[in-house]
């Protein structure tokens, strides 16, 4: 018999919910992991909405059912994987809740982390549970601040991140600007932006696109909620045929009453391919906004890797691939630049420096964080 694979327990949003960077990394680990997923809740209390009923009922429903594990005749999970919904509080704020929650995941999880290699949560929710088990090798994989998301408990997830940053034996933080963050905990972080899957993306897929279009077709896909700019969206609405592709999360009034904004809903990750292969131009308009500061937008190479133009406002992530794509901040030059753009072919100075891509897979991003999660790498 060969050796046991290590295992691996994550924290995360639900699992196949959306493709997450912690998603990505985990199908890249396992071949060479066992990997316990747990899913989570957040710290914003549902609301009346029936997106929200909906998604309460699928959590309640997942607290009841067994785990769905890697070899059921039924499963489409992955090999190795173990997805896990052990029941907890929606709610952190208070102490009760969140000595509650510890006690429920202490409760359902304490063998499965005592035995990992490592531990690793993209929300600090669990740091509760790490005092409880200080002896695990706990891991930081910081993918937003978490704490400027619209709706979200600021002041609990302020709380939680302070003491989980001060017992991680280990963070890794998706952009420069959480480091810095991080570095006001008193706590330095490892830099693990996030990758592509070429296999997924490349070779772009080729454009078939019937006679000339009236206006140009501008595409984003992501969460629409109020992280985007109102008055690029409604310039791109008014000038162009803009599309935005994606679950809908509390997005402005202004940008969902209007009937120019085609909200078509979200689509799964293996048809984005094709959704690209309708447009004209990606889209990137967020907000200058302290969450937006502090993103590293998982859209950005998978814009890139498509081909196509892409024009984006001027976000701190986006910085680094500035020769590869356009980068407006006013909304008319922002339109503009779009309405030029789906004119013409992407310049060739744009394509050469998108040659980077090829060492930005998630296969190679993978690589380093197993590195850094391994019980023998040295905390930096």
Known sequence: MGAELPHLVVFADDWGRHPSSAQ????????????????TVGT????????????????????????????????????????????????????????LNAALFDRALRPMIERAEAVVATAPIVADLAARVPTANWVYYC?????????????????????????????????????????????????????????????????????EREKAVAVFWGAIDRRLDVAIVEKLAELCDL?????????????????????????PYAELPRVANE????????????????????????????GLPVVATSLPANLEWADALDLVDEPVAFVRRVIER?????????????QRLAGETW????????RWIRRSEPAG
Not at 24 to 39: A, G, Q, T
Not at 201 to 209: A, D, G, N, V, Y
């Open 24 to 39: 990505h990394l985990v199908r890249e680990l396992l071949p060479r992991w066992k990997v316990d997923w747990i899913n």
């Open 44 to 99: 914003r209390r549902p609301s009346l909405s029936l997106a929200d009923a909906k998604r309460v009922a699928a959590k309640l429903a997942s607290w009841v059912r067994p785990s769905e594990r890697e070899n059921s005749a039924d499963s489409s999970l992955p090999g190795n994987l173990t997805v896990h919904s052990p029941a907890h509080w929606p709610g952190f704020g208070a102490g009760w809740e969140r000595t």
């Open 143 to 211: 993918v937003d601040d978490l704490s400027e998301w619209p709706g979200l408990d600021a002041q609990a997830l302020r709380a939680l991140e302070r003491d989980f940053v001060a017992r991680a034996k280990r963070i890794i933080a998706v952009s420069e600007h959480l480091r810095a963050r991080l570095g006001t905990m008193g706590r330095e972080s490892e830099l693990l932006t996030h990758g592509f899957d070429p296999s997924h993306w490349s070779p772009p897929p080729p454009r078939e696109h019937s006679g």
């Open 243 to 267: 599309r935005l592709i994606g679950p809908e999360q509390d997005p402005d009034p202004r940008i969902a009453s209007n009937p120019r904004v085609q909200r078509p809903g979200a689509v």
């Open 279 to 306: 447009a004209d131009v990606l889209v990137m308009p967020y907000a200058d906004l302290p969450v937006t500061r502090a993103m590293q937008p998982l859209k950005l190479k998978e814009y890139l890797a498509t």
């Open 342 to 354: 789906a004119a013409a072919a992407l310049p060739a100075s744009q394509a050469r420096a998108r």
């Open 363 to 370: 296969a190679a991003k993978a690589r380093q964080f197993e």
